[in-house]
């Protein structure tokens, strides 16, 4: 049958879901976008996620042609057309059609879409073993230049990465910022457990603010650890007792291994499993409900 995708307005067929080749959104990478999850009928976090796009625009004074929550609205709509309950949903906001400059005024309206697909999860290997990562050259983009916060289509900067992780044989990129503090993967945050605090880099390491990483300094705080937003150094990764990464796709996914370093019992540690249990309840609870048609 196919899926129905939201396309400025309209539910139409993923073989008819087409944009303009004079898409600044393709064009120029200008746009923006968020990766969103539902979890049996329920839209995990969806006024964060939508709050984060809107945030995201204003900065690049795009303007989102629909109110946060015609936007809330369209998202769960597109669940219900397509029938899905546990999905992985790709909201996308772009500056529109223009001609072969720059300039974003010559763009007549915002092109906005929405994809609901079944998921593709990490292996459930990852989850109870734990993960490799290595560090890789390419620095984080500076958030002087184009801040991180910015969840926008030019994700060049993260492709490298990725790249680089693939050639170095491993599945995920440990990024540094410019002066070599840890900032955070391609498409995650990163954590470590030291000395029985929880600690994460802060926004200022130039690291886009994970949604799943504000539910999980949320989570720690009502179970009693100590967490904290510190600049952290790849020495400190090496001698963490845990580590793991967080993003909506992954969730928690434990990592063992830093260039070659076992991190801890290099296995996935008592905080990270904690956590892991904490999150799956509140995937239960904390988001936007409906009925799958
Ligand atoms: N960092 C980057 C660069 C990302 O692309 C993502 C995922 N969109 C994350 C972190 C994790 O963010 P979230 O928890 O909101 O999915």
Request: glycine letters at 8%; aromatic letters at 6%; hydrophobic letters at 40%.
């Amino acid at each position: 049958m196919g899926l129905k995708i939201y396309l400025n307005g309209k539910w139409v067929p993923e073989q008819q879901a087409k944009v303009s080749v004079f898409d600044h959104g393709l064009l120029y990478g200008d746009g923006v976008f968020e990766g969103i999850r539902s979890y049996d009928g329920l839209v995990f976090q969806l006024e964060r996620h939508i709050d984060r796009l809107f945030e995201s625009a204003h900065t690049l004074m795009l303007k989102v042609p629909l109110t946060k929550r015609a936007m809330i609205d369209a998202v769960v709509k597109t669940l219900k057309v397509n029938r899905l309950k546990d999905a992985y949903i790709r909201l996308v906001v772009t500056r529109g059609v223009g001609d072969l400059g720059l300039d974003p005024r010559k763009c007549g309206a915002a092109t906005v879409f929405i994809i609901a697909d079944t998921i593709v999860l990490y292996p459930e290997k990852v989850y109870r073993q734990g993960m490799e990562i290595v560090t890789v050259p390419t620095p984080r983009n500076l958030p002087e230049a184009l801040n991180p916060q910015i969840k926008s289509l030019n994700y060049l900067n993260n492709i490298l990465a990725k790249i680089e992780a693939t050639n170095a044989g491993v599945e995920e990129a440990l990024m540094l910022s410019a002066h070599g503090y840890v900032a955070e993967c391609t498409g995650d945050n990163i954590f470590i457990i030291r000395r029985g605090r929880l600690v994460t880099p802060p926004p200022w390491a130039g690291i886009l603010k994970g949604i799943t990483r504000g539910v999980v300094l949320e989570l720690a705080t009502q179970a009693g650890i100590p967490v904290a937003e510190e600049m952290l150094t790849r020495h400190d990764l090496y001698n963490a007792e845990e580590c793991f990464l967080t993003g909506t796709a992954a969730e928690i996914a434990p990592i063992v291994k830093i260039d070659g370093r076992p991190i801890g019992r290099a296995k996935p540690g008592p905080v990270t499993r904690g956590l892991m249990a904490d999150f799956r309840k509140l995937t239960k609870r904390a988001g936007i409900r409906y009925r799958p048609a």
